[in-house]
């Protein structure tokens, strides 16, 4: 990543997007599966799995989280409550409708995802964290991340932006260089393609409201009883393995697991082994759907 400091005191309004709803798929069993992006993503992360998925029955919500696709300046005053909601709305409405409920999440979607299994505890019937990201400790993590709480004291959070850079998450070289041809000419008050795509650039901001988001989340780990999927990439650029393993080591979840990828990055939804990805969801989510089934 690259920092950049937005000095257009007087910024241009970046035209508004129209921006849909996220995934939906209607299946045709009494399974529903909610699929949460990342931080600055958007649903298309997740196409993949959601159409595997549907393939197999279930119904596949992938709601926007809040603000995604809309002009950055308002995206990066966002709350983490704010993305959380986003997911509990779409929570709320598929419960009553369906007699197994899961969830699975991408990078901050993972977190949510979390917040989901303390919230409602058993009323979700297995989760799988993909890629979760507590600490941007990975090979390619930016050397001054560490400085990052000192901005959060400041204004300067408000002006400071981080670009995304090869390898962009993945490993998959001609989806990494579609993303570089989308990201290389991003203009940071454009945001045309963010609904689709998401954003090339990164507040500080947003940095401090995921640090906020998983210093309440650490404190709710225990609490966590649900069966748990863990997917994370051996080689992932942005987080490294100890985030499972730290998720895995303090969750009370009868049945969990931690599921290692030799052929990734961090944005497993869409690399190399997507497929596989896909059927770890389903083979875990099939067993939780039958807990006395070898």
Known sequence: MS????????RKKSAPTATDEGLYLRGNTDKVVILIHGLTGSPQEMRFQ??????KGYTVVCPRLANHG??????????????YQSTRAAFLQVRPQYTHVFTAGLSMGA??????????????????CLSPTLFY?????????????LAYRTPLKEFLYYKEEPPYGIKNEEVQR??????TNADLHDNQHAARYGYPYFP???????????????RRLPNIKVPLQLIQARHDDMTSMKNSQFIYDRVNSGTKEIVLLENSYHVVTADQERGTVAQKLDNFFACASHPSRP
């Open 3 to 10: 920092v950049i400091f937005d000095i257009n005191w007087k």
């Open 50 to 55: 959601a159409k595997f998925l549907h393939g």
């Open 70 to 83: 809309a002009p950055l300046e308002v995206l990066k005053k966002t709350k983490w409550q704010e993305f």
């Open 111 to 128: 977190l949510l995802a979390l917040l989901l299994a303390d919230e409602f505890g058993d009323q979700l019937h297995a989760i799988s």
């Open 137 to 149: 400790d990975g090979w390619n993590a930016p050397w001054y991340k560490c400085f990052l709480p």
């Open 178 to 183: 579609l993303v570089h041809r989308q990201y």
């Open 204 to 218: 500080v901001s947003l940095f401090q409201q995921l640090d906020l988001l998983v210093k309440h989340l650490c």
